[in-house]
């Protein structure tokens, strides 16, 4: 399939790190006589996946900016374009030898999203979406799954962390106990940027949650339109970054959970 020189930057940036992440990802289980314990190890994988990423993206796009999980905002020359970075998401898996992390490129132009990048190395899946071009899982056409009702249907959340003192928990579990009422099941994969992913594959047919990053989110948004979904805000608006939240799935199943989500107390 055809591809844009930005996407095909942005695959080679996100496979790069992506073989380095499947080395360090198969030693975690050596790691119960590091002196520093596997947590550290994680953390420099991370970092090691961050620096891959910027240094291949800054090379092709040296004027662009950046939103980085662990560095934040880098300005560029050019602020009418921002890579928008996830290097490692689903770190707690990845700790645990769970087989479900993921790294996210999102290119935003202008304030919307125009390109994406999803990558599972373990799985060797890669999901691309680019506007007006469709999303794609390793070359093969993506469409959002066309279950009408929820009481079909599998959606996707996570559970906030940390557990223990936090508000966003009882908001959550609220919403939890009047989606599991609707529904076939939900399910938390530990990675939202891999929800997103298997929302637009068709494999969950909706997703929801609070307190989000862009960087949880980007090429996940561009991946769900481009795949005939619908996304919002969870107060139905556009502003998906800066309201941290996300409600996703098809028209039917989308406006469905938004009426569900709206039952639930705040607190």
């Not at 928990?169 to 609220?174: C, D, K, S």
């Not at 960087?215 to 769900?224: E, H, N, T």
Request: glycine share 8%; hydrophobic share 45%.
């Amino acid at each position: 399939m055809a591809r844009s020189a930005i996407m095909n930057v942005m695959i080679q940036a996100a496979m790069k790190a992506g073989r380095v992440l499947l080395r360090d990802f198969g030693e975690v289980q050596h790691l119960q006589v590091s002196l520093r314990g596997p947590a550290d190890y994680v953390r420099q994988a991370d970092k090691r996946a961050a620096s891959i990423i910027f240094k291949e993206l800054q090379r092709a796009r040296p004027d662009y900016s950046f939103l980085m999980e662990k560095s934040g905002e880098i300005a560029g020359i050019d602020d009418q374009h921002r890579f928008i970075v996830d290097p490692l998401d689903g770190t707690t898996n990845f700790l645990h030898g769970i087989p479900f992390f993921a790294i996210s490129i999102g290119l935003e132009r202008q304030n919307k999203m125009v390109a994406g990048v999803i990558y599972n190395p373990v799985l060797d899946e890669l999901y691309t979406a680019e506007r007006g071009s469709g999303a794609f899982l390793n070359d093969r056409r993506l469409r959002i799954a066309a279950r009408r009702k929820l009481a079909d249907s599998i959606i996707g959340s996570c559970v906030p962390v940390p557990h223990l003192g936090n508000e966003e928990r009882r908001r959550y579990l609220a919403e939890l106990r009047n989606v599991m009422m609707e529904t076939v099941g939900v399910r938390d994969i530990g990675s939202v940027v891999l929800d997103l992913a298997y929302v637009a594959a068709g494999r969950l047919d909706g997703f929801w949650k609070n307190g989000l990053q862009p960087w949880d989110l980007a090429a996940g948004i561009l991946m769900i339109r481009e795949a005939g979904g619908f996304v919002s805000s969870q107060q139905g608006g556009q502003d998906i970054f800066s309201s941290k939240s996300i409600v996703a799935g098809n028209e039917l199943i989308h406006t469905a959970l938004m009426k569900v989500l709206k039952t639930s107390p705040n607190q």
